[in-house]
Each structure stands twice: as C-alpha cells, then as structure tokens.
C-alpha cells in the first residue's frame, strides 16, 4: 500500500489532463464552428450565382429575338438593356465577378430552331477556402456555368403557307 506522502500532487496531475482533454474538445468544437460558418457563406454565394443565371436565362427566353443583345464577354461589356441590367446585379450581389454569356448560332449541336447560350459567372473564394477553380486564368474562383438551348421559333404571319412556323436567325 502508498502513502499518503507518495500519492501527494496526483489529484492535481489528473484534473490538469482532464482540463487539457476538454480544452482540445472545446479547440475541436470552435474549428467546426469556423468551418461550418464559412461553407455557410460559400453556399449563400453558390445560390446567388445560380438564381442569377436563372434569371438572365429567363430574359433570353422571353427576348429570343434579340439574343445577340446578350452576348457579352465581361459584365463591363454588356449592352443596353436586360443584360447590362444583369451584369449590374452580378456586381452588386457578387462583388469581384466576372461573367460571360456566348450565343451560337443554330448548329448541329445544338437543338434544332435554337441558339445555344453558355452563361457563365466566377467571383472570388471567401477566406481562403480551398474550392473553386483549380488552374487557368480563373484558379481560385468558384465558378457556376449554365448551357441551355434557346428556342428560336416564331409564328409566320403569312396565311398562304403550309407551315406557319419559322426557325429564327
């Protein structure tokens, strides 16, 4: 059996380990806390590119005729109109991007009696996060990209043809 004098300090020695366990689990519990905070952000960001790209894809549906008004290779190069009005809000809400929208014309790749529209927006990764673009003149963006094909097809007004529907430019 120990003696008391043997056994002296030992009361001391296991709650400083039991302090330091709990000191790492609380260290363990803040990273995730950062972590998740910052995920948090890059998700916010991630949403309001794509509801961006929803609603540029949108105006192009709506103004088929004019397509080429949207073609645009920054947001500082944006005509007058729906797109320079995106191109805006790209700024506003995603401060430091770079978007980009490419019309095709009528292809075989595309649908037939439709324009292919690549729109494309990247903007800066918050805090250092490890995401995005790995290599090109975008690396260290995220990057959010839509390809749709635009209908393209418009009524003929002219009542003595058989086919009333025509393939636009």
Known sequence: M?????????????????????SFGVLALMALQGNAMRHASSSSTRTTATQLIQRLD???????????????????????GPAALWAEAVQANLSGAQCKVEIQANSAGSTPCSRRATISIAWPVARGANTGVKEGELAGSNQAISIADIKTISENNNPYETIHLLCGS
Do not use: P, Y
């Open 58 to 80: 949108g105006e192009m549906r709506v103004s088929m005729d004019n397509l080429d008004d949207f073609q645009m290779t920054s947001c500082s190069g944006a005509k007058a």
């Open 2 to 22: 120990m003696s008391r004098h043997q056994q002296r300090g030992s009361m001391l020695l296991e709650c400083l380990i039991g302090i330091s366990i709990f």
